[in-house]
């Protein structure tokens, strides 16, 4: 009866599933696209299939996690092109910056493959933490954009971006243009 008397009640704070982690395996996507590049065992590469879609466009579903990588790639046909495509890129990014509390950004450099880019990691509520772009600078444009299927919250999914970003970073450290 004693336990019964007791009015001290305090409510507990929401807490989190527990996130089992698989473990860092990667495979080469190497199909009639003009690049490859590594992702993740545990990660399944699908063509995209939404509205006004181009060839070579796909999406690296994360199902465990609830996310995908959404990947698009282009033929540049010429500098004024190019330009325009890295622009919409950086607006891409910075259209964050109402929610973010801070985007940093990394230059992607890979000489001897000819990749170029550039990385930009959002950090805060937003609906996109991670987009980069990869390009040879002349004929080729690559993008990346990763989003969840969940209302942005990034005290929860903070970690599983941590871990999604190795992949990234392991995608675009063996990324290839094939010709």
Known sequence: MAAC?????SPKPNGYFRIIYP??????????????????VYAKMETDRGRNVKKDWYN???TQFNGFL????????????????VEDARKLAFKHTIKATAIDQKLINYPDRKVY?????????????VQFFL?????????????????????????VVK???????????????KD
């Open 23 to 40: 473990e860092k395996k990667y495979q080469t996507f190497d199909n009639a696209a003009p690049f490859s590049f590594e992702y993740p």
């Open 60 to 62: 690296l579903h994360f």
């Open 70 to 85: 959404h990947l698009t790639y282009y033929d540049v046909a010429n500098k004024a092109e190019y330009d325009e495509m």
């Open 135 to 159: 390009t040879d600078s002349t004929k080729h444009y690559f993008r990346g954009a990763l989003y969840f299927n969940e209302r942005p919250q990034y005290d929860s999914i903070e970690p």
């Open 5 to 9: 008397q007791n009015n001290d009640y």
């Open 117 to 129: 880019g550039i990385y930009y990691a959002i950090e805060g509520n937003t609906a996109s933490s």
């Open 163 to 177: 871990f999604i970003k190795k992949d990234i970073d392991k995608m675009i450290s063996t990324f290839k243009w």
